[in-house]
């Protein structure tokens, strides 16, 4: 082996060297045998480690030192070497050595060591010798040293030995000390002596050192390697958790407690997640928002939230645009400033039209990007109608049929959440281009573009009314089949008259769900919802100053009321994209199916409606009824519980307790209900009124099944020996609560309280929260009833009773049970029928009233009551004689007392006569 050594005196940088090696027969030869070139490129650096520092032995320091040992004696030799990152360490003998593994000493990189061990036998007697060399990590050698063994006859031996630390002694000659490595997580080596008469002597471990932590699985089964002492360790948390756990390894070897502080569980981390466009969201913590790059042919960023409970929100893609989109984008602009051909307007719109149609699934940034591009070409027309081209129309409306395709439906419901601009822009582009398109062609015309999601009519004519669709042209379209038409009524009209109208599909829902209330901006959340189709009409021009509109719209849901004739106002005072308005409309008349709207301008229109099955008519006697049925049963209520506290002693049972806890409940509802029904001035004592009525009306039901369970108890079990009481009544208090947190953790509060109501919301999915529970009572409680009813007419007792008498004690013991069972809430299912208002009546009547009828059936004409009374009045009527009775021994004793003095004084004075 060469070592070639170079130190530089050049400046730093690269340089290349060239070396021809040349083989020679012998040292006087001048003729070489072979010659190899060699060119290598060295690059000189600035280093404060100098290359003259070359490693060194620490435990070898005399060259060809003799050391003599006997046979079956171990030789042993640590061999340590310092110098800049030692690399390995030569060991060369004619003898088979037992060599370690280059190992670390200590804490530093400088000094590393090797374990060398040999046990020579008999035939080995003589001397043999043993080099090494070290070498650091650029090559540098330490000096070679060598050592001479000297193996020795020996008579007396120490036999093989293992010592109470497990270190294994092989056969030694005497005289002779032997040194081993420490065993475990030990340095260095330990050293033992067989004396002269070859008896082991005990071993000196004092040169043994801890300089390791030995490997461990701690409670939490997390595995810590073997490391060096006063080591800081950092690993993954494991199971379902994420971050690091720490430990430290002290310097005496010992592992201290693991820190588990960083350690946080994964249970409420939004799970790993591929979305429908296939970006890959990694295990996140709660309460954060990740943002990466637009995956496949997109430019720009995504960000999704991981909200409080662990659930991720839906993606924002709307800073994701294709890059094909993106360069129209960028023609756009061109366009706008003026630096682009002739018919470059045409050219995007077929660009556009093309990307749209083709595309499997367009991202909210592109509909956004679709948008933008439509309402910057519609405004560039508008003051360039030379621009404009005959067969624009067409192109415009496959563009905009394109964006409205059911497939893209999603993606502009997550704009119209997220609070984005969303499908107005769109609208709003469409009435500006159908309005400059309109100059385009002189005289009268007509022009209709029908589509799968859209209609479109441009056109000009002198017609006294003038009415959309064109039913002619639109016989074989969608709109064919709506009875939604607008018809313009010419009041003060000159000369032809330019009109554009639009009619949209399905995308009512894609609109903000806002309207002006009052001059302030509301929020529907349960007021009103559209229940038309989107309708656009414009007059072009100035050829009308007077005209009305004149608008049918056939409703899309038939469970509405109050029909709202509204407009969509685009600049509506602190509103993003604008809200409905009924500004300058009227309502001319409305059926079930279709409502006719008057207006006296134009725009987009379209009809809002409330949700609910109540006509407005019979708001107010059903308001009524519910008040006062619930205070008429909060007085009964409060009766029943101060009759039955009175006659306690004798009605306590079971049945009472469970009475007494569903008064109690009852009375808490209708009060919140009076109370807080209709607080919705504000919106969060409201939220609190509709959680404490979801709660407290499951109170209600649950004891109301408890009353059931009990009932069916003793009619079939008879005589049940233990009672349930003390776990069923603690059950009905609690279970409520669990459902209502679940619902309002799950909902985060959504759904409870809107601006028309403090209760569940009907158009969320958190009415179910209630109903749910409420239907599952219900029925068991009929199953019970009908279970009950069949017992008692199937017993005995009635066997000989006539038909007549079993169907009356029928009746009555259904009466009794239905307060009780809430059965009655069954009408409320029938009040759903808009043409049924007959059931809502009986609905608010037997359920307000139903503190009367617990009271009329379960106290007033209760037999047990009725006895407990009496045994109350005959203990009062006791207590009444017990105290009059007392009162005449008193008198008595006291008239004794009186009358005997009496007659000892006439006694006294007669003596004195007769003296």
Same mark, same amino acid.
């Given at each position: 082996?060469?070592?070639?050594?170079?130190?530089?005196?050049?400046?730093?940088?690269?340089?290349?060297?060239? +070396?021809?090696?040349?083989?020679?027969?012998?040292?006087?030869?001048?003729?070489?045998?072979?010659?190899?070139?060699?060119?290598?490129?060295?690059?000189?650096?600035?280093?404060?480690?100098?290359?003259?520092?070359?490693?060194?032995?620490?435990?070898?320091?005399?060259?060809?030192?003799?050391?003599?040992?006997?046979?079956?004696?171990?030789?042993?030799?640590?061999?340590?070497?310092?110098?800049?990152?030692?690399?390995?360490?030569?060991?060369?003998?004619?003898?088979?050595?037992?060599?370690?593994?280059?190992?670390?000493?200590?804490?530093? &990189?400088?000094?590393?060591?090797?374990?060398?061990?040999?046990?020579?036998?008999?035939?080995?007697?003589?001397?043999?010798?043993?080099?090494?060399?070290?070498?650091?990590?650029?090559?540098?050698?330490?000096?070679?040293?060598?050592?001479?063994?000297?193996?020795?006859?020996?008579?007396?031996?120490?036999?093989?030995?293992?010592?109470?630390?497990?270190?294994?002694?092989?056969?030694?000659?005497?005289?002779?000390?032997?040194? +081993?490595?420490?065993?475990?997580?030990?340095?260095?080596?330990?050293?033992?002596?067989?004396?002269?008469?070859?008896?082991?002597?005990?071993?000196?471990?004092?040169?043994?050192?801890?300089?390791?932590?030995?490997?461990?699985?701690?409670?939490?089964?997390?595995?810590?390697?073997?490391?060096?002492?006063?080591?800081?360790?950092?690993?993954?948390?494991?199971?379902?958790?994420?971050?690091?756990?720490?430990?430290?390894?002290?310097?005496?070897?010992?592992?201290?407690?693991?820190?588990?502080?960083?350690?946080?569980?994964?249970?409420?981390?939004?799970?790993?997640?591929?979305?429908?466009?296939?970006?890959?969201?990694?295990?996140?913590?709660?309460?954060?928002?990740?943002?990466?790059?637009?995956?496949?042919?997109?430019?720009?960023?995504?960000?999704?939230? %991981?909200?409080?409970?662990?659930?991720?929100?839906?993606?924002?893609?709307?800073?994701?645009?294709?890059?094909?989109?993106?360069?129209?984008?960028?023609?756009?602009?061109?366009?706008?400033?003026?630096?682009?051909?002739?018919?470059?307007?045409?050219?995007?719109?077929?660009?556009?039209?093309?990307?749209?149609?083709?595309?499997?699934?367009?991202?909210?940034?592109?509909?956004?990007?679709?948008?933008?591009?439509?309402?910057?070409?519609?405004?560039?027309?508008?003051?360039?109608?030379?621009?404009?081209?005959?067969?624009?129309?067409?192109?415009?409306?496959?563009?905009?049929?394109?964006?409205?395709?059911?497939?893209?439906?999603?993606?502009?419901?997550?704009?119209?959440?997220?609070?984005?601009?969303?499908?107005?822009?769109?609208?709003?582009?469409?009435?500006?281009?159908?309005?400059?398109?309109?100059?385009?062609?002189?005289?009268? &015309?007509?022009?209709?573009?029908?589509?799968?999601?859209?209609?479109?009519?441009?056109?000009?004519?002198?017609?006294?009314?003038?009415?959309?669709?064109?039913?002619?042209?639109?016989?074989?379209?969608?709109?064919?089949?709506?009875?939604?038409?607008?018809?313009?009524?010419?009041?003060?009209?000159?000369?032809?008259?330019?009109?554009?109208?639009?009619?949209?599909?399905?995308?009512?829902?894609?609109?903000?769900?806002?309207?002006?209330?009052?001059?302030?901006?509301?929020? &529907?959340?349960?007021?009103?919802?559209?229940?038309?189709?989107?309708?656009?009409?414009?007059?072009?021009?100035?050829?009308?100053?007077?005209?009305?509109?004149?608008?049918?719209?056939?409703?899309?849901?038939?469970?509405?009321?109050?029909?709202?004739?509204?407009?969509?106002?685009?600049?509506?005072?602190?509103?993003?994209?604008?809200?409905?308005?009924?500004?300058?409309?009227?309502?001319?008349?409305?059926?079930?199916?279709?409502?006719?709207?008057?207006?006296?301008?134009?725009?987009?229109?379209?009809?809002?409606?409330?949700?609910?099955?109540?006509?407005?008519?019979?708001?107010?006697?059903?308001?009524?009824?519910?008040?006062?049925?619930?205070?008429?049963?909060?007085?009964?209520?409060?009766?029943?519980?101060?009759?039955?506290?009175?006659?306690?002693?004798?009605?306590?049972?079971?049945?009472?307790?469970?009475?007494?806890?569903?008064?109690?409940?009852?009375?808490?509802?209708?009060?919140?209900? +009076?109370?807080?029904?209709?607080?919705?001035?504000?919106?969060?004592?409201?939220?609190?009124?509709?959680?404490?009525?979801?709660?407290?009306? +499951?109170?209600?039901?649950?004891?109301?099944?408890?009353?059931?369970?009990?009932?069916?108890?003793?009619?079939?079990?008879?005589?049940?020996?233990?009672?349930?009481?003390?776990?069923?009544?603690?059950?009905?208090?609690?279970?409520?609560?669990?459902?209502?947190?679940?619902?309002?953790?799950?909902?985060?509060?959504?759904?409870?309280?809107?601006?028309?109501?403090?209760?569940?919301?009907?158009?969320?999915?958190?009415?179910?929260?209630?109903?749910?529970?409420?239907?599952?009572?219900?029925?068991?409680?009929?199953?019970?009833?009908?279970?009950?009813?069949?017992?008692?007419?199937?017993?005995?007792?009635?066997?000989?009773?006539?038909?007549?008498?079993?169907?009356?004690?029928?009746?009555?013991?259904? %009466?009794?049970?239905?307060?009780?069972?809430?059965?009655?809430?069954?009408?409320?299912?029938?009040?759903?029928?808009?043409?049924?208002?007959?059931?809502?009546?009986?609905?608010?009547?037997?359920?307000?009233?139903?503190?009367?009828?617990?009271?009329?059936?379960?106290?007033?004409?209760?037999?047990?009551?009725?006895?407990?009374?009496?045994?109350?009045?005959?203990?009062?009527?006791?207590?009444?004689?017990?105290?009059?009775?007392?009162?005449?021994?008193?008198?008595?004793?006291?008239?004794?007392?009186?009358?005997?003095?009496?007659?000892?004084?006439?006694?006294?004075?007669?003596?004195?006569?007769?003296?």
């Amino acid at each position: 082996m060469c070592v070639i050594t170079y130190n530089s005196t050049v400046d730093t940088g690269f340089y290349v060297v060239a +070396l021809q090696i040349e083989d020679f027969a012998s040292s006087e030869a001048v003729n070489e045998l072979s010659s190899i070139p060699l060119q290598f490129l060295i690059e000189v650096q600035n280093s404060s480690d100098s290359c003259e520092i070359k490693p060194v032995f620490e435990t070898l320091h005399d060259m060809n030192s003799i050391i003599e040992i006997p046979v079956y004696t171990a030789y042993h030799q640590t061999i340590i070497a310092k110098g800049f990152k030692i690399s390995e360490i030569d060991v060369i003998s004619q003898i088979q050595l037992t060599i370690s593994e280059l190992l670390m000493y200590g804490t530093t &990189f400088e000094r590393w060591y090797i374990n060398v061990t040999w046990i020579p036998s008999p035939i080995f007697i003589g001397n043999h010798s043993i080099c090494y060399k070290a070498f650091d990590i650029i090559s540098q050698a330490s000096d070679n040293i060598c050592t001479t063994v000297n193996v020795t006859s020996s008579i007396n031996y120490c036999m093989e030995n293992v010592d109470s630390f497990r270190t294994k002694w092989n056969i030694t000659a005497e005289n002779t000390q032997v040194n +081993l490595p420490c065993t475990n997580e030990y340095m260095d080596s330990v050293s033992r002596n067989c004396n002269g008469a070859g008896i082991w002597e005990e071993p000196n471990y004092i040169q043994c050192s801890t300089h390791y932590c030995v490997e461990n699985v701690d409670r939490f089964n997390t595995k810590w390697n073997t490391t060096v002492i006063n080591t800081h360790v950092n690993v993954l948390c494991t199971g379902e958790y994420v971050g690091n756990v720490s430990r430290n390894c002290t310097g005496g070897g010992i592992w201290e407690e693991p820190d588990y502080s960083q350690c946080i569980s994964t249970t409420y981390y939004c799970g790993a997640n591929v979305d429908r466009f296939n970006t890959i969201w990694s295990l996140t913590k709660p309460k954060s928002q990740v943002t990466l790059f637009c995956t496949g042919d997109y430019v720009g960023n995504v960000s999704r939230n %991981c909200n409080g409970v662990g659930i991720w929100d839906d993606p924002n893609y709307s800073q994701c645009i294709s890059k094909s989109i993106q360069l129209l984008i960028e023609q756009t602009a061109r366009l706008v400033s003026g630096g682009s051909e002739n018919n470059i307007v045409t050219i995007i719109l077929e660009d556009l039209e093309n990307i749209t149609r083709v595309h499997t699934g367009l991202r909210s940034g592109d509909l956004l990007a679709s948008s933008a591009i439509l309402n910057d070409i519609a405004k560039y027309v508008t003051d360039h109608k030379e621009k404009l081209a005959v067969n624009q129309l067409e192109i415009f409306g496959s563009l905009c049929d394109n964006l409205l395709q059911e497939k893209n439906h999603q993606t502009w419901d997550e704009l119209t959440d997220e609070g984005l601009t969303g499908v107005t822009s769109l609208v709003n582009a469409v009435t500006d281009y159908n309005d400059a398109f309109n100059q385009v062609i002189d005289g009268e &015309f007509s022009v209709v573009v029908v589509k799968d999601n859209i209609v479109m009519e441009v056109g000009r004519n002198s017609f006294d009314d003038i009415t959309v669709p064109d039913r002619l042209k639109t016989s074989e379209s969608w709109i064919a089949d709506s009875a939604t038409e607008i018809k313009l009524k010419k009041n003060i009209c000159s000369g032809l008259t330019g009109y554009s109208s639009t009619f949209y599909r399905n995308i009512s829902r894609f609109f903000p769900k806002f309207f002006i209330h009052n001059g302030e901006i509301r929020s &529907f959340d349960g007021w009103y919802d559209v229940n038309s189709i989107i309708a656009d009409f414009t007059v072009t021009g100035k050829s009308c100053s007077d005209f009305s509109l004149v608008v049918t719209f056939e409703h899309l849901f038939g469970n509405f009321s109050r029909p709202f004739c509204g407009f969509w106002n685009f600049t509506a005072f602190n509103t993003v994209n604008g809200a409905w308005s009924s500004f300058g409309s009227q309502v001319m008349n409305s059926t079930d199916s279709y409502t006719i709207c008057e207006y006296n301008h134009t725009t987009n229109f379209a009809v809002l409606m409330s949700p609910g099955l109540t006509p407005m008519s019979h708001h107010l006697p059903l308001s009524m009824i519910s008040a006062i049925g619930c205070g008429i049963s909060i007085v009964f209520l409060v009766i029943t519980l101060i009759v039955h506290c009175v006659l306690w002693k004798y009605v306590k049972n079971d049945r009472t307790k469970i009475l007494m806890n569903l008064c109690v409940a009852l009375i808490l509802s209708y009060v919140i209900f +009076l109370a807080g029904i209709t607080r919705t001035d504000n919106k969060e004592v409201c939220t609190a009124i509709a959680v404490a009525l979801h709660y407290i009306f +499951l109170t209600d039901f649950a004891l109301m099944l408890a009353e059931g369970i009990h009932l069916v108890r003793m009619v079939v079990i008879i005589f049940p020996s233990k009672s349930i009481i003390q776990w069923l009544l603690p059950a009905c208090w609690v279970l409520p609560g669990g459902i209502v947190g679940i619902a309002a953790s799950v909902t985060k509060l959504k759904g409870y309280g809107n601006q028309k109501i403090c209760w569940l919301t009907l158009e969320s999915n958190l009415i179910w929260g209630f109903i749910g529970p409420a239907l599952l009572v219900i029925l068991i409680n009929f199953v019970i009833i009908i279970i009950t009813v069949s017992k008692i007419m199937t017993s005995k007792g009635l066997a000989k009773k006539t038909i007549k008498e079993k169907s009356k004690i029928g009746s009555t013991s259904i %009466c009794v049970m239905l307060p009780l069972f809430g059965v009655t809430w069954v009408l409320g299912a029938f009040s759903l029928n808009e043409d049924l208002v007959i059931f809502q009546y009986l609905f608010s009547i037997f359920n307000s009233l139903q503190g009367l009828f617990i009271c009329l059936f379960h106290c007033f004409l209760n037999k047990k009551v009725k006895e407990g009374y009496h045994h109350f009045q005959r203990r009062r009527k006791a207590n009444r004689m017990d105290t009059k009775l007392s009162s005449d021994l008193t008198n008595y004793d006291n008239n004794k007392k009186i009358t005997a003095h009496q007659r000892k004084y006439l006694d006294t004075e007669e003596r004195n006569k007769g003296i």
